[in-house]
């Protein structure tokens, strides 16, 4: 059995990365600098419910970009729970996953605000705040009536830490757009993840 690790506040960011993009560097590392997190632990979906056919890469391609994404920070980790086991990806399953490896260290969920407004349509949020608390990057244009939501998940309001910041107009769908349409990306990836996206073909009209 593996011993727990030890360590004080740890966040958990959730997504396809497919690719993993600036705008996910910048909520990371805001979310982390003003929660005084000790690192953030970054999950890519093996097969999350609510986006059914929108993986494009391989899960080696997606980790292959993750690592070249964060490789040399101090403050961010890599964890396959997700890819490695079989089923959906449900969030309240792996920060349960998550929470048993890290005990008893505060978990913070990434999220962004439109996240938290559609947090009671998730599988089981109820379990969710069990384990974690929840790190919101607010974003300008989206408010998450709060009350609203704690109506339909009774605990919310205590486990919650919105944070404002300014929002990085980058999606991965973007990404994989301007690929395929031969537009830059320059400036909206890491410089390696970008090199290994022309590389290998990825998003362009062949790959598909």
């Not at 993750?66 to 792996?94: C, N, W």
């Not at 404002?164 to 980058?170: D, G, N």
């Amino acid at each position: 059995m593996t011993k727990p690790e030890q360590s004080g506040r740890v966040g958990i960011l959730g997504g396809t990365f497919d690719p993993i993009h600036n705008g996910h560097l910048h909520i990371a590392n805001a979310l982390r600098r003003a929660l005084d997190l000790d690192r953030v632990l970054w999950v890519p979906a093996g097969r999350p419910p609510h986006k059914a056919g929108q993986i494009v890469s391989s899960d080696r391609d997606r980790l292959a970009m993750l690592e070249l994404g964060l490789a040399g920070s101090p403050h961010d980790e890599i964890s396959k729970v997700d890819i490695d086991r079989s089923g959906p990806s449900y969030t309240a399953d792996t920060l349960e996953c998550l929470a048993e490896r890290f005990t008893p260290t505060r978990l913070f969920f990434l999220m962004g605000e439109d996240s938290l407004r559609d947090l009671p349509s998730w599988h089981d949020p109820e379990r969710i705040l069990r384990v974690a608390e929840l790190a919101v990057a607010g974003r300008p244009g989206v408010e998450a009536d709060l009350e609203s939501v704690a109506l339909q998940v009774p605990g919310v309001r205590n486990r919650v830490h919105v944070v404002p910041m300014e929002e990085i107009a980058i999606s991965s769908s973007e990404i994989r757009r301007r690929v395929r349409e031969h537009k830059s990306i320059h400036g909206l990836v890491p410089a390696p993840v970008e090199a290994y996206i022309q590389h290998h073909g990825l998003y362009s009209e062949r790959a598909q």
